[in-house]
């Protein structure tokens, strides 16, 4: 019999290719989503592209009793991967309680229902925002977390803290925290991306829509700061390389090649791009022309930061393998197949 995931948040962004990734490791899917931010005809796509549709149940996690009524109607869940949180930094500033009761309550819930159902291990999004702007580039897994910039962020550090000590108080099950850098990109089949919401704050979806003439122009926030061309740099992370990070992480907890109770990951390739690399890029991988300014600095933004992917690398066993044409060409593949 399939080993049965629980997968929160699973018809979002990041959840719905992992579930694909998932499926194709033969792993049983069970997606719970209220689908705040994302569509159920996801399902849909993620059916094409396994010849599987996974289970769906319509709950929102902060509500306990319906989301216990999914673990009695799907006994033997072995591991959670929780995806399901509220993301834009922007809107958290405006609505941090929004945040803090979303994104707290439904790790709690899950966590306080996973030792009632024998829940084995847990696989929780965190995010290279808890690391600021790092001293010391690239960062490590022992780069020290800073103070966080946005409701948001304290949500990544606060959910982090509430795992670690929910392990260390000897809760009967296994944690593996992923530190994703920024994933970008879409399924190669296009059958599934990214879908935002209004109009995108993110540099891709926004690249791809000026692209696609959805948006006049994309601004490019800054090019005075100390990079080499002046623009902020990142590490862009593939969106099918890192669901299958989450595949990997649950095989490891699953098979007992934990080395911790908690273990800690950086999901990033190790590569800093430029807002201006990636502009370029694009243009020369997809040959449209993008219509770009440069314009001040973004509020609150880090000028720089990439991964040190050493650990999940050797530790994990996994690597990020998309060249980040490719992924580049993915997203733009994506957003032409939303026109059709
Ligand atoms: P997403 O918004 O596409 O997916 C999140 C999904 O969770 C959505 O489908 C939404 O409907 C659902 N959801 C939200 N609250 C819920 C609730 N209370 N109950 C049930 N479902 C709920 O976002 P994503 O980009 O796929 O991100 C997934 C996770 O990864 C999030 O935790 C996010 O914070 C984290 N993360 C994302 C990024 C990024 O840049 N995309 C970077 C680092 C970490
Ligand atoms: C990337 C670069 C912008 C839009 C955010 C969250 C972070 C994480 C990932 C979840 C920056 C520049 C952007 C535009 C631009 N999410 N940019 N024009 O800011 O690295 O991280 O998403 O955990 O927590 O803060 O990602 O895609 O917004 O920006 O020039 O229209 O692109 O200034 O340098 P960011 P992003």
């Excluded at 599934?192 to 209004?198: F, Q, S, V």
Aim: hydrophobic share 40%; aromatic share 8%.
């Amino acid at each position: 019999m399939a080993t049965k995931i629980l997968v929160t948040g699973g018809t979002g962004y990041i959840g719905s290719h992992t579930t694909v990734e998932l499926q194709n490791a033969g792993y049983e899917v069970v997606i719970v989503d209220n689908l705040s931010n994302s569509n159920i005809k996801v399902l849909d796509g993620i059916e094409a592209i396994t010849g599987i549709r996974p289970a769906f149940e319509e709950v929102d996690c902060t509500d306990m009793t319906a989301l216990k009524a999914v673990f009695d109607k799907y006994p033997g869940i072995k591991a959670i991967i929780n995806f399901a949180a509220s993301k834009a930094v922007g809107e958290s500033v405006q609505k941090p309680l929004l945040y803090y009761r979303n994104n707290l309550t439904t790790l709690i819930n899950l966590l306080e229902l996973m030792p009632q159902y024998g829940v084995e291990g847990f696989v929780f999004s965190s995010s290279c925002t808890v690391y600021g702007q790092p001293e010391v580039l690239p960062v490590t897994e022992d780069t020290p977390r800073q103070t966080a910039t946005s409701p948001y962020g304290n949500t990544k550090k606060i959910c982090e803290d509430i795992i670690t000590d929910a392990v260390h108080a000897d809760a009967p099950f296994k944690a593996i925290l992923l530190r994703y850098f920024n994933p970008i990109g879409a399924h190669p089949s296009a059958k599934i991306g990214e879908l935002p919401l209004g109009v995108p704050q993110n540099l891709i979806p926004f690249v791809t829509q000026t692209a696609a003439g959805i948006r006049e122009q994309l601004s490019v926030f800054g090019n005075d700061y100390n990079t080499p061309d002046g623009s902020c740099i990142r590490d862009y992370i593939n969106v099918v390389d890192l669901a299958k990070a989450h595949v990997v992480a649950v095989e490891r907890m699953l098979t007992g090649k934990s080395l911790e109770n908690v273990e800690v990951f950086n999901v990033g390739t190790g590569r800093g791009l430029s807002v201006l690399e990636i502009v370029d890029t694009f243009q020369k991988v997809t040959g449209v022309k993008l219509n770009y300014k440069i314009v001040g600095r973004r509020e609150g933004d880090i000028e720089q930061v990439w991964a040190d992917p050493t650990k999940a690398n050797n530790v994990l066993g996994w690597k990020a393998e998309a060249s980040v044409e490719d992924t580049l060409l993915s997203a733009w593949r994506w957003q032409e197949s939303l026109a059709k």
